[in-house]
């Protein structure tokens, strides 16, 4: 009776290297919401998918960030050239297909990033 | 936009103290409203939730109570414990272009000291 899976827990990047963050939603969910929060901030929405597709990414920086989602294996949310605002912890969160707005999304443990 | 603006912290209480961490918000037509909480090194786990105008979200002893005509969701609880310690987030569920989407407020930071 997993919950959402994310990993790595930490992880270490020098600028200019690329970051990628894995999740696993719960079982029998199947879209995946990410969310970024910045130290002593709110978390702030980046990027909604469903299996193979980008719903919405509004929230996503528009350059060196991407996102997946494959119809097998984990999302993946991509950091290309990572800068030291890129600092932060990433939280992924799931839903279940059929879920309505009232729904509580179930967010993982997150993946604090730091760039050096 | 949606927005939610919650009570600056951090809040220091003791333990046993009444607690109340003020939330106000501002949506389009009927969001449902969430509280969350963060303890150290964790993700956010649900606290509390309210789905219309007057419900009452309840849990752990603590409590909030949708108010439409203040627009507000403040929490509160009778007698916090140590335990309680965290950092608190309110939260406002919209559907846009058919994502559930959460708009979070800032948090609250607190600390309860025996």
């Known amino acids: 009776n997993a919950g959402v899976m994310q990993n790595p827990r930490h992880l270490v990047r020098r600028r200019g290297q690329e970051a990628r963050l894995r999740c696993s939603p719960m079982?029998?969910?199947?879209?995946v919401y990410w969310y970024r929060q910045l130290p002593e901030e709110g978390l702030k929405f980046m990027v909604y998918?469903?299996?193979?597709?980008?719903?919405?990414e509004s929230g996503m920086p528009k350059e060196r960030f991407s996102a997946e989602f494959p119809k097998e294996g984990p999302s993946i949310l991509r950091i290309q050239q990572v800068v030291r605002g890129d600092s932060a912890a990433y939280f992924c969160?799931?839903?279940?297909?059929?879920?309505?707005?009232?729904?509580?999304?179930?967010f993982g443990n997150g993946t604090r990033l730091t760039v050096t | 936009g949606n927005s939610v603006t919650q009570m600056e912290g951090p809040v220091t209480l003791s333990e046993e103290a009444f607690l109340t961490i003020n939330c106000t918000y501002t949506?389009?037509?009927?969001?449902?409203l969430f509280w969350y909480v963060q303890y150290p090194g964790e993700g956010l786990q649900l606290l509390l939730k309210a789905t219309k105008a007057d419900d009452k979200g309840s849990n752990k002893g603590f409590e909030a109570t949708y108010r439409k005509e203040t627009t507000s969701f403040h929490l509160e609880k009778g007698s916090v414990q140590v335990s309680d310690s965290a950092v608190y987030f309110c939260?406002?569920?919209?559907?846009?272009?058919?994502?559930?989407?959460?708009?979070f407020g800032q948090g609250t930071r607190l600390t309860i000291n025996p």
């Open positions: 079982k029998g969910h199947s879209h």
């Open positions: 939260a406002l569920s919209s559907i846009i272009q058919g994502a559930q989407k959460l708009v």
């Open positions: 998918l469903q299996k193979e597709n980008i719903i919405d």
């Open positions: 949506a389009t037509g009927y969001p449902s």
């Open positions: 969160a799931s839903s279940p297909r059929d879920s309505s707005y009232n729904s509580p999304l179930h």
